[in-house]
């Protein structure tokens, strides 16, 4: 059998890097890509490429006691359900750059990105698995419009848990309807 040369994502301590590696077989590529691990991002395949966690990032804008939700559309991943604003963090920009550009482009506001309240991993089937952060947005220019969603809305803290929710959002939503996750002095939702 003749030996082909494949290349695979690991993980280092300088982030993810391509190593060159001889297999006997694409299986056994598979097999070595679908069960590697690797400080806490798991690797997956998807049709013998392998992929890393994807980083994303959320923004929660608060006012009066309400959070401002978004639905998706409905030719969207994940039709008409609800999420925060945000998107995905692209190669080389942190965190904090990646969510004030996915602001302006979903919502035309310019933000200060405050605390991380809270960060959850997630995999939807067939999808690679998702590192899903929310940020605290302390404050904004401009006001919050429309640009990509099917709505936006602002909801109260509270009664979110009455919104379809994206399921990688659940748990984080189910934490600030109950109180237990808050920005840095902000009451409880009832106040």
């Given at each position: ?9 690991r ?48 923004g ?29 963090v692209?190669p ?46 302390t ?7 429309n640009?990509?969603?099917a709505?936006?809305?602002?909801a109260?803290?509270?009664t979110?848990?009455?919104?379809d929710f ?24 009832a106040?």
């Amino acid at each position: 059998m003749r030996r082909r040369r494949n290349a695979v994502l690991r993980q280092g301590p300088h982030g993810w890097a391509e190593r060159a590696v001889r297999f006997a077989s694409t299986a056994e590529l598979a097999a070595e890509l679908s069960t590697t691990v690797r400080g806490g991002d798991k690797m997956t395949t998807h049709a013998g490429i392998a992929a890393a966690t994807m980083q994303v990032v959320a923004g929660v804008l608060f006012e009066h006691g309400r959070v401002l939700i978004c639905q998706r559309r409905a030719d969207d991943h994940h039709p008409d359900q609800w999420e925060f604003p945000g998107g995905k963090v692209e190669p080389g920009e942190d965190l904090e750059q990646a969510l004030r550009r996915e602001l302006v482009e979903e919502l035309g506001i310019d933000a200060r990105i405050g605390a991380m309240l809270w960060q959850t991993q997630h995999q939807y089937p067939g999808r690679q698995p998702v590192c899903l952060r929310f940020f605290h947005v302390t404050a904004y220019s401009g006001n919050p419009t429309n640009k990509v969603f099917a709505a936006i809305q602002w909801a109260a803290v509270g009664t979110l848990a009455h919104f379809d929710f994206l399921e990688g959002d659940r748990e984080f939503v189910a934490q600030l309807d109950a109180g237990r996750v808050r920005p840095p002095g902000v009451g409880s939702p009832a106040a």
